[in-house]
């Protein structure tokens, strides 16, 4: 029996996963090529990376799942986290190396008369959400969280941009993240099937640094996108592959451009196996950006146990 084995880490799920689920999204495929005339894409000579590439992400803790005295109507649940968004600035002749970092605390709640809570480890500011029946308390309240966290990633991404001619890579979809200019989302996983059989087999036959052709996908909201494989060993045929896009709000050209830009930015990036799990798709930038913004959160155990003392204090 032959087979092959992705170098993903499957404690992450796996980097093709949900892929066989067929998005509902309409995509059109024939925005820089026709439909029958899709094939891999090689690398532009002709463009040149940027001097100055961002990479922004964030990361989450839950520290305590709490119950929050809700007056009348009893005890609310509530989320205690610890969250941090960073860009890492990777220039010409310089490396790596941070520019920003934003880390919270906060505390999440449908209660509506919720409090800072305040602890040794630092201040959990309060986040109330409304309830709603059609969503149960602890997705709602995790969905509240990240979507504080995206916009920490947003503030983060606006403080660091200091050059003209920088590229900005989202660890992530694009989504909300539209208006920054000279911006790509770096997608890793593949939840959704956005191409039909004919286009999806050129996904399996780039080689390393080829994309497909740019497609508008259309929606809840609408990007331009490709698909690109980072160079990596010889496996499945999504193998280091990932998605990326960019705002629908770019001219075509300004979308072909950015798809060129990528091929020539990104695989000098890719990590390798042997040093990071998830290799190829995890960045080496934001691989270690992921590292330090954990380390900035603190020790949870000394979160844990300063969210015990306060709660006997109120």
Known sequence: MRFSVDPWDPSYGTSDEGERGESTADVEAGVEVAAERWRPIGIDRSVVAPPAVLFVDGVRRVDAQVWVDDGADGAAPGLCASYAAGVVCCCDNEGGHMVESIVRHGVFTTAVDAEDIATPAGRYAAHVTAARPDIAPMQLLSLALQRDLAESELVAAGRARERAEDLLVVDGPLHGREKLPRTIGFIKTHR???????????????????????????????????????????????????????????????????????????????????KDSRAPQNLYPIGGLERELRRRLGDQRLCYRGLRRAATSY
């Open 192 to 274: 959704s099937e956005y191409l039909q059989p004919p286009l999806r087999t050129v996904v399996g036959q780039l080689a390393a640094g080829e994309r497909t052709p740019v497609f508008r996908i259309a929606g809840s909201w609408e990007r331009y996108s490709w698909y690109l494989r980072l160079p990596c060993p010889p496996g499945s045929p999504w193998a280091g592959v990932v998605r990326i896009e960019c705002s629908a709000d770019l001219p075509v050209e300004g979308a072909i451009l950015l798809a060129s830009v990528s091929q020539a930015t990104l695989p000098r990036f890719a990590s390798t196996a042997y």
